[in-house]
């Protein structure tokens, strides 16, 4: 048995095996944290949406509906000027306080949001999920500043914009095992590039160009 042969197999394995202890198992280790730390954020975010900013809406809701019936009532009735404006107050206090509440809420989801889409960030899924939380945080925006008269229809705009980011986040939450959603396959990029090439070339056509002249001076 040739000894050098020996020592030289048994170098290359310790080699081995320390390049493995060194390199592998702690990028091993550091992925595992990485994915339990993101499936934390997924449970986290789910829950914020099903619990505290339905909550937090309906709360504002009712408090913010409770201030303008309470501003109707005492314009038309008589009551001691003291108690009118101490109820007002309180009611009002208890409006900005919700609406407060609800602010912390979405800014909690919009950090969920940021943090478990940089896993495959250019999946198609993040950009939709994105959009349903645009469509909540317009939504209520346009119902806190809206006409009183329009109360209820705007604030059923947000139940509804709610209930769209519920089932969004829903696809992601309700898989077994909970994984990332998936990336875009290289024909879907390739066909998408294609299509926004062609979109470009075609709005930059002389003779679309001229089109569009002739019906903007129509």
Known sequence: MNVWAVLLGGGVTLAGTFAIQLLIVP??????????????????????VAEKV????ATADRSGHNALMARSFLQ????????N?????????????????????MAEVRILLRRISRVNPDSPYWDQLALQF????????????????????????????LNGLHRKIDDLADRVPLR???????????????????????????????????????
């Open 54 to 57: 339905s909550l937090a809406v």
């Open 85 to 105: 404006r101490e109820f007002l107050t309180a009611t009002i206090e208890g409006a900005r306080t919700a609406d407060e509440a609800l602010a912390e809420r």
């Open 134 to 161: 645009l469509k909540l945080h317009n939504s209520i925006r346009r119902a806190q500043e809206g006409e009183p008269g329009k109360w209820f229809d705007e604030w059923q705009h947000v139940y509804k914009a």
């Open 76 to 83: 038309t009735a008589e009551h001691d000027e003291t108690l």
């Open 27 to 48: 990028w091993v280790q550091r992925r595992t944290r990485g994915r339990e730390r993101w499936e934390n954020d997924v449970d986290a975010i789910y829950s914020a």
């Open 180 to 218: 990332p959603p998936a990336r875009p396959t290289i024909f879907s990029r390739s066909r998408t590039e294609i299509r926004s090439k062609l979109t470009m070339r075609a709005r930059s056509s002389p003779s679309i160009r001229h089109a569009r002249e002739q019906r903007d001076d129509a």
